[in-house]
Structures are given as structure tokens and as C-alpha cells.
């Protein structure tokens, strides 16, 4: 099977048919979507979900564009939540937590130091849980890379991925699977284009982040996890993998970044 892990099923531009996407998934040979939280208030969302699509789990966090209006007590209640969801099979990590220094709200001083002190309150529930981290890190790799070293949390994925090979391998030796999607399948993208075709096979993961960061054959229009196994066919591509071999090794890799899958 293909496993997707990064997609927002429950956004709306899914019009109320995440599961109907999720079906189709399936049938692509997707047998498992991995749908992050972004914001407290979409936690019994993704988890409802995840709990009645076949092909789901999720994972519980608050994505650094929603950090302006959060509050201490969002990270409290990240936290219950976290704690509470251990006793569902289909919940599987932490996420989706990080930085993002490409929006230039968040880019302010103190927005960064905001940033910075929910990601690594994040990370410390993380560690505490025993969790894997599925982390946003937009123009923002070696800040990530500073609070992943102090806090240490269980491992993860550095979602689209899109750093120097220097940054790659940092992430790899702390233990982390990178993620590639949509954005490898243009050939204007050189710098993602190596780094899958060059990384050790081992530390990549795929994911579609549906329904943002569609693939050239589909962008603009909305993308869907249905889509995965033929990103995974560019990787092979790339690779001069054949198509089997990605699916096993992405599959692997992903089961190993996310224990809980298993």
C-alpha cells in the first residue's frame, strides 16, 4: 500500500466529501492518510474522521499560522487532548507543529518568539508522550533543527521538505524521515528534484498536503491524496527505481517515522 502522510482531509475545500476523497484514495491503492490538526478546534475533527474513513488516522497540534491567535490555555488543552488520545489506534502523532518564516506576519520579532516558544511547548509533549513530530519547516530549517536538538523529541517527519543537503542530513542523523509531495513533480524544481533523486532511499516518506501543493499535471486545481501513487511514480523516476520498490520503501519508511501506524 501507499501511505500519505501529510493531508488535510478535513479542510474545506473538500466540500464536505473528504470521505468520498478518502474512498477514492483507496482505491489508488492509498491505505493510509495521515490528517494533521492544525488549530485546537479541528481536533474532533480530524479525529472523527480518521474514525470513519477506513484509510485514516491523524495527528494533534497547532500549526504555526494559527500561533497569532492561540493561547496558553490552546497548549493546555493540546496537551489533555494528546494524553486522552493515546487510548485511539489511529491516532499517531504530534503535529502539525513547527515554524514558518515565509508569511511576513509571522516573520515579526515578536511573532517569531511565538512561534518559537508553542513549537517547542509542542515538542515537549512530544518527548513527554513518547510521539513522533510531524513538523512544519517553511524557510525556517535551521531554527527547527536548533529546538528539535534541545528538546528531543521521538522522531518524525520534516513535512515538504525543501532544504540543503546539509540540512537534509541533519534532520536524518536526529532521526527524521523528510517529506516530498506535489512540489517534487515540477522540473522548475531543481533543489527538491536532487534531494529526492540523491538522499539516501531510506529517509524519504511521501505526502500530498492535499489539497494544497498539487502536482504540475494537476495544478492549480485542488489536489487529493488519490494523486499519491503517481508522485510516488515521479520519485521512481527520478530514482530509476521501479514503481514497486518505491511503494515498499516509502511504505517502510513511513511505518518506522510513525510507529503508531503499525
Known amino acids: 500500500m501507499w501511505i500519505d502522510t501529510h493531508c488535510h482531509l478535513d479542510a474545506h475545500e473538500f466540500g464536505g466529501e473528504s470521505l ?12 493510509m492518510i495521515v490528517i494533521p490538526a492544525v ?21 494533534l497540534g497547532i500549526h504555526p499560522i494559527y500561533v497569532p491567535q492561540a493561547s496558553e490555555d490552546d497548549l493546555a488543552a493540546m496537551r489533555k487532548a494528546v494524553e486522552a488520545a493515546l487510548a485511539d489506534p489511529r491516532f499517531v502523532a504530534v503535529g502539525e507543529i513547527g515554524l514558518d518564516y515565509f508569511i511576513p506576519m509571522l516573520c515579526e520579532s ?14 515537549r509533549v512530544a518527548r513527554d ?20 536538538r534541545q528538546v528531543r523529541p521521538a522522531g ?17 542523523d536526529l532521526g527524521f524521515k523528510l517529506g516530498f509531495g506535489g512540489a ?3 522540473t522548475r524544481a531543481l533543489q527538491i528534484r536532487r534531494l ?21 499535471w494537476v495544478h492549480p486545481a485542488r489536489n487529493s491524496p488519490e494523486y499519491l501513487p503517481a508522485i510516488g511514480a515521479v520519485l521512481g523516476e527520478l530514482r530509476g527505481m521501479p514503481l514497486v520498490d518505491v511503494k515498499a520503501a516509502t511504505t517502510a519508511n513511513a511505518l518506522a517515522a510513525l510507529p503508531r501506524l503499525g
Do not use: C, W
Open 184 to 186: 517534487m513533480t515540477f
Open 156 to 172: 518524525g517527519i520534516a513535512h515538504a521538505f525543501n532544504g540543503s543537503f546539509q540540512q537534509a542530513q541533519a534532520f536524518v
Open 39 to 59: 488549530d485546537r478546534h479541528n481536533f474532533e475533527v480530524v479525529a472523527g474522521l480518521a474514525s470513519e474513513a477506513p484509510n485514516a488516522s491523524y495527528a
Open 129 to 148: 508522550f513518547d510521539l513522533p513530530v510531524l513538523m512544519h519547516v517553511r524557510r525556517a530549517q535551521d531554527q527547527v533543527l536548533k529546538h528539535v
Open 110 to 123: 515578536a511573532m517569531r518568539e511565538k512561534q518559537e516558544y508553542f513549537f517547542r511547548e509542542q515538542l
Open 196 to 216: 529526492a533523486a540523491t538522499l539516501p532511499i531510506e529517509s524519504i516518506v511521501l505526502e500530498t498536503d492535499a489539497p494544497d501543493i498539487s502536482p504540475a
Open 20 to 31: 468520498a476523497v478518502a474512498g477514492r484514495a483507496g482505491d489508488a491503492g492509498v491505505g
